[in-house]
């Protein structure tokens, strides 16, 4: 590649298609692949093309061809390319061995009287050579003297190129005449279709090639070899430049895929409004933020999809890496230092002034230092696929075509703004001046907030801090405590109530696998146990505003038994599962998704945790309200409807419903909170309610067990060991002590345990890969340790739980010990709530 903006040109188009959700690569094969040399027979490509082919054949969704002018046969024999490459013979004509059985017999007339004209030119020099394909005679002159090359050819188009039916086509010393009508151009098109691509890129020299430049358009890319006329917008020199070429593409695509080099899960840090919830990297940058609720779609998506799909990053210049990253004490304010640089990064949750829009949302970066500083700004609407321009205005940056005005307020930086595909990035540059900070703050909405930051930063660190100082911590793990019960907070979204399961979308349970779910929605199962912690440390407002959050659900769909497993945390919108082909995933793990589909499941286990939420709140001294008994009411009379049909289950199984014994025993629990606590309020408690629990607790017992097994399993009349079935004991549903609660903990303990971690099941369940150990599991078998008085297990397993926080003390939904990486949703509601149950049960038996 001599040519620096060639070069550059050619670079900037293989980072581009290397992004494809699926690519279709094709190349000639002489001239491309491999030198064109006197005798065709010797013609092989370079070793390290062929390398490049095989790799990215071998990725998922990228299809490799090679379509060339010579027959399959040949093309096949000398290329020796894996079967996994697309092999196209005679300029598109033939797809497959058997493709000369499809020719009629005038074409098969016709063949044999161009073979037979060739032949006898070919006679007249021995540098001609004749080559027979099944739909085409190629006649080759390369090697013949240049005046009997011009008198044969003159022959030959006078002669047989003009009989009925041939179709011509000339190459480099070669014309080749055909008896049917095909060019690369129906062939690159039909692969295309074939293989589904959403862009192709195209390498070839010949004139032939010309008819696969010419289909080319949108993202594709055509690249020329060598001089010519040509329909190409990029060239390379030779095939030492294809085979160049094609092995940058390689690693590009292989960098794309497998997520160019992404943080683990657990080190990032988590910023949150209440309204709306940001991710922030070890090295500061904003990886993830969606607008205006968290889920709704992202501006910066970074964290699922590479450096394309939008991030914002402030670094000094020329220091790659921070020295440390910390949370301030008992706040959502994040501090990233490096040796003369300290950003403070936060998303505004003080009270702010009356006449801003309400619920809008500020993320301020405040710079401290001293020395030149680089700011990388790079906002992408709805995921990146809405384009996305910038314009300088106001001391900083305005965001255009967005639905609400989003602008960039940053004194004193120096802004360019550059094109990046179909969106723009702007890059900044300052240089900071000690004990003078530099406030930068991307506000979403109108209109500039007159408070000085430290006001504004006072204000956030007191909502959060003069929280976190009134709960009730136990003495054991302190830190650990506060940073998950503020973590519980950030999921909690204050307009609505309504709480997160987790922060993020499509963080894999497996590495590069399927197992990518959207978490972002309120789940009321996970929500309610979530609120009933806090109500356990001593915050009480968050279960108040999620009951009634769940109250309008039940209203709206009349009544409980019709509760949906999961809503967005508006409440009542439908969550339709999709996929944004255009994000590469975490670590190359696709597909990445938005909604989710266990909306229109059956979870009968949704009652139990509401029902134990109101329990809670009795529990903690709180009268319950009349709203309160009525939705009690409501969840039994629901459960006496439906306790008896299969589900499916806890773990959203997409496969059949089964009788869940995790679903049973939530159900129990529903009608056992509401006696206990109809019983506590002085209310009268209907009369079938009692029948109704000793009923369900009958079934469960005697149905639930397997003595096949010895332990009570995941459904009736399975075999498969399931951590949910906990609940039996934990529930009181049977004592600790019953010996068959007992069994099942040893059997669990022997099967689904694994070091420090607690894997929910360890059967097929439909999908591929093995995912990790979940975090709530394990908190579910420490309080069974406890429980039993087994204390000594339940601490040693809850100190190796409280070490796999990340570095800001977050915890992600699983952990695979093999490769010790934290997988899943960040950070997961449930394994930060079980951290929290766990240390206030140990701390009461200490």
């Known amino acids: ?154 022959r030959l188009r006078s002669g047989p190129a003009g009989l009925p039916g041939v179709r011509v086509k000339e190459g480099k ?152 990253q910390r949370y301030l004490p008992a706040t959502l304010v994040v501090e990233t230092r490096w040796s003369d640089l300290t950003i403070t990064d936060y998303l505004d949750a003080s009270d702010g002034r009356p006449d801003l829009p309400p619920g809008r949302t500020d993320l301020i970066r405040l710079l401290e230092g001293r020395g030149p500083v680089v700011l990388e700004f790079a906002p992408r609407l709805d995921y990146g696929r809405a384009p996305t321009q910038l314009e300088i205005a106001d001391g900083g940056l305005v965001v255009r075509g967005a639905q609400q005005r989003i602008q960039l307020q940053a004194p004193g930086v120096e802004w360019t703004i550059a094109n ?81 399961a987790a922060a993020t979308t499509s963080l894999p349970e497996v590495p590069g696998g399927i197992r990518n779910w959207d978490y972002r929605y309120c789940w009321p ?53 999709a996929v944004i082909p255009t994000l590469n995933g975490y670590l190359g793990s696709r597909p990445v998704r938005i909604g989710n589909a266990a909306d229109q499941q059956v979870q009968l286990d949704v009652f139990g945790p509401i029902a134990e939420l109101i329990h809670e709140l009795s529990l903690a001294g709180q009268p319950t309200s009349d709203d309160q008994w009525q939705l009690l009411r409501d969840l039994v009379a629901a459960v006496a409807s439906r306790w008896a049909e299969p589900d499916h289950g806890i773990w959203e199984e997409r496969r059949p419903q089964r009788h869940h014994v995790h679903s049973k025993v939530m159900c129990w629990l529903t009608v056992d909170r509401a006696i206990k606590v109809g019983r506590a309020s002085g209310r009268d408690v209907p009369a079938s309610w009692r029948p109704l629990r000793h009923i369900i607790a009958g079934d469960v017992v005697s149905n639930g067990w397997n003595p096949d097994v010895k332990a009570y399993t995941i459904a009736y009349g399975d075999d498969e060991l399931d951590a949910s079935v906990l609940w039996i004991g934990l529930s009181g549903l049977l004592p600790t002590t019953d010996p068959r609660f007992v069994a099942t903990v040893k059997a669990i303990e022997r099967e689904l345990r694994k070091g420090s971690i607690v894997y929910r099941y360890r059967v097929d369940d439909g999908l591929p890969g093995e995912e990790g150990g979940f975090l709530i599991c394990t908190a579910w078998l420490i309080e069974a340790y406890i429980m039993m008085g087994q204390l000594d297990d339940a601490r040693l397993l809850f100190d190796r739980y409280v070490d796999l926080a990340g570095p800001t003390g977050l915890l992600s939904e699983e952990y695979e010990p093999s490769t010790g990486l934290m997988l899943g949703n960040h950070p997961q509601a449930y394994s930060h709530l079980g951290l929290i149950n766990c240390a206030l049960a140990l701390a009461a038996v200490t």
Request: charge should be negative.
């Open 525 to 577: 199962r996970d929500a309610s146990l979530a609120a009933a912690t806090l109500v356990r440390l001593g915050s009480t407002t968050e279960a108040e505003a999620l009951l009634a959050w769940v109250l309008e659900r039940v209203q709206f769909h009349d009544g409980a038994e019709h509760l949906r497993p999961i809503y967005a945390v508006s409440g009542d919108d439908f969550l339709p599962e």
């Open 1 to 154: 590649m001599s040519d620096v903006q060639a070069a550059s040109d050619v670079l900037a188009a293989l980072r581009e298609i290397a992004r494809t959700p699926t690519l279709l690569v094709a190349c000639d094969y002489d001239g491309t692949l491999s030198p064109i040399v006197a005798d065709p027979d010797a013609a092989r490509p370079h070793r390290e093309s062929v390398a490049a082919l095989r790799a990215l054949a071998s990725f998922p969704d990228t299809h490799v061809a090679v379509v060339s002018g010579r027959s399959l046969r040949d093309l096949a024999a000398l290329s020796r390319l894996p079967e996994e490459i697309h092999l196209v013979g005679s300029h598109g004509s033939e797809f497959d061995a058997g493709f000369l059985n499809d020719l009629d017999a005038a074409q098969l007339h016709l063949r044999r009287q161009i073979t037979e004209a060739l032949a006898a030119l070919a006679e007249e020099d021995p540098g001609f050579i004749v080559e027979q394909k099944p739909a085409s005679v190629a006649f080759h002159y390369r090697n013949a003297s240049p005046d009997k090359a011009a008198v044969a050819l003159e």
């Open 173 to 324: 010393m070669v014309i080749e005449l055909a008896v049917i009508d095909t060019n690369k151009g129906v062939a690159v098109d039909r692969l295309r279709r074939q293989v589904g691509a959403d862009a192709v890129i195209f390498v070839g020299d010949d004139v032939t090639d010309e008819d696969a430049f010419a289909t080319l358009h949108g993202p594709d890319v055509g690249i020329k070899i060598g001089p010519g006329d040509t329909l190409a917008k990029l060239r390379l020199e030779d095939t030492e430049d294809t085979a160049r070429c094609l092995a940058l593409l390689c690693e590009l695509r292989r960098s794309w895929l497998e997520g160019e080099h992404a943080p683990p899960i657990e080190q990032h840090s988590l910023l949150s409004d209440q309204r709306t919830v940001a991710l922030v990297t070890p090295d500061a940058r904003v990886s993830w933020l969606c607008h205006p609720r968290a889920d709704s779609p992202a501006i910066f998506a970074e964290l699922v999809g590479g450096p394309k799909a939008g991030y914002f990053a402030i670094a000094p210049a020329g220091q790659a890496h921070p020295i440390s």
């Open 420 to 500: 990046d595909g179909i969106h723009e990035i702007a890059m900044g540059h300052a240089v900071l001046v000690a004990h003078q900070p530099l406030v930068v703050t991307l506000a979403f909405d109108d209109g500039e907030d007159p408070r000085a930051e430290p006001e504004r930063r006072a204000g956030t660190v007191d909502h959060w801090a003069g929280w976190a100082a009134r709960l009730r911590v136990p003495t054991l793990a302190p830190d650990a405590v506060i940073r998950s019960a503020l973590t519980l907070k950030a999921l909690c979204h204050q307009p609505t109530g309504a709480m997160l």
